[in-house]
C-alpha cells in the first residue's frame, strides 16, 4: 500500500476525525519500514508505548 492510499483510507475511515499531525509518526514509520515487518512492527510498538504515556489521549474508533 503506498503512502497516498493508507492517507485516503484513514481518512475515509475517521471522516472529520482525522488529523494528519496525528497520524503522520506513525505512517512514517511503517513506510520506511520498506516491506520489513519486523521493523515495522518494533515502529508501531514504540509510537504505541509513547501514545499510552500521553496525557489526554482519547482513542475514538467509530462504529462501522
Known sequence: MTLPLAESRLQQ??????????W???LTAVM??????EKAS???EK??????HRTG????????
Open 24 to 26: 503522520r509518526a506513525a
Open 42 to 44: 518494533a515502529a508501531v
Open 32 to 37: 520506511n519500514a520498506e516491506g520489513d515487518t
Open 47 to 52: 509510537l504505541a508505548v509513547a501514545a499510552t
Open 13 to 22: 475511515l475517521l471522516g472529520n476525525s482525522y488529523i494528519d499531525d496525528h
Open 57 to 64: 489521549l482519547v482513542i475514538k474508533i467509530p462504529a462501522l
